[in-house]
Structures are given as structure tokens and as C-alpha cells.
């Protein structure tokens, strides 16, 4: 399978993951899943809105777009994911921890891990979906060629006056200083 965005691809893995639920007895409700930065930033691989959030009453999951690798996203995907079938009310425990027990997370029930068996499912329903169609963003990344100005130095060779204009002005023709002579170029080292 090949899918053309992100969006199509975590709703697909909701879909499929569907089974897993049913199997320890739970329906799913409607979700919706999309990526997107967090209202706490660098906080959660994923979270999960409650439906009273919603217009249309659907439960709605987002993913960081600062993660790529598909099974953590899919982990993430089914802790959100036993959110959505409680509307959030359990938090982390209670409903939420036999749940999450039963589908094979384990760990801290704010930061699950799959177990060996549910790593192995997660493992299967990657290769089944393909390629997770994201790059992770890096939003404290700096910009690697940072753009130099465009305006070009040209000096009085008499009078040191110095003005920066455009090559576009430059090729129509140099101004004058205000002393009246012709302003020049002014070479650059780097040149």
C-alpha cells in the first residue's frame, strides 16, 4: 500500500487497528487523526481531543510532526487511541490502564511502550501500511544557508560616501556623490 499523505495513512492504521480492539472487546468511535505541533510544545508523541472538542462530535487525534518513525508513531497511535474509546475520561488509569494492558503496552501508563508481542503487530501493520509519508520537522533547526544581503556597497573613491543599492541599479549606471563624482563598486574579499 502507498498512500499520498500522512493524514491518509495514521487514519488508515486507526482502521486497522480496529481488530486489535475488538479483540479485547472495545469499539471504536469515531477518530480522526492528523498531525500537528502540540499545544505544549515538546511535550507527548501524540495526544488526544476529547469529542466535545470537536463540531461534529468525532474524536480527534494528532501526531507530532517532529516524529517519523513509523512504529513509534503507531505505539503512540494506540495509546491515543484507548483515549478516543473513553473520551479521555480515564486519564491513565483505571479503564484506560486495563486497556492499555490487555492490547500489550506496558510501562508508565503517561509514556507507554509496547510489549514484544504488540512491537511485533505495530512491526507487521508498518510494512503493511508502507512507507509513513512524513519527514520529521526540526523547528529549533537552523536554516543552513542563511541568504546574504543583495544590496551591493558602492563608496566615493574621494569623499568615502557610501551608499547600498541593488545590481539591477547598478547595471542602469553608478550614482553620484554628492560631491559630484562617479561612486564606485567596492570590492568585496570574498570575491
Not at 42 to 49: F, L, R, S, T
Not at 59 to 88: F, G, M, R, Y
Not at 113 to 142: F, K, Q, W
Amino acid at each position: 500500500m502507498t498512500f499520498d499523505n500522512r493524514e491518509a495513512w495514521l487514519n488508515a492504521a486507526v482502521t486497522s487497528m480496529a481488530e486489535w480492539f475488538a479483540e479485547v472487546d472495545v469499539e471504536l468511535p469515531a477518530i480522526r487523526v492528523s498531525c500537528a505541533w502540540s499545544k505544549r510544545p515538546g511535550k507527548g508523541i501524540a495526544w488526544c481531543w476529547k469529542r466535545e472538542r470537536s463540531a461534529d462530535g468525532t474524536n480527534e487525534i494528532q501526531v507530532s510532526p517532529e516524529k517519523d518513525d513509523p512504529a513509534e508513531v503507531l505505539a503512540a497511535l494506540v495509546h491515543e487511541v484507548i483515549h478516543a474509546t473513553d473520551d479521555c475520561a480515564s486519564k491513565h488509569s483505571g479503564y484506560f490502564k486495563t486497556i492499555a494492558a490487555n492490547l500489550g503496552l506496558t510501562g508508565k501508563m503517561t509514556a507507554t511502550v509496547p510489549n514484544d508481542e504488540l512491537s511485533s503487530r505495530i512491526t507487521a501493520l508498518a510494512h503493511n501500511l508502507g512507507p509513513y509519508p512524513h519527514a520529521a520537522l526540526n523547528p529549533n533547526a537552523e536554516a543552513k544557508d542563511k541568504q546574504t544581503t543583495r544590496m551591493i556597497k558602492v563608496v566615493c573613491p574621494e569623499e568615502g560616501y557610501t551608499v547600498r543599492t541593488t545590481r539591477k541599479w547598478i547595471d542602469v549606471g553608478l550614482p553620484l556623490c554628492p560631491c559630484g563624482n562617479r561612486m564606485e563598486v567596492e570590492e568585496r574579499d570574498d570575491d
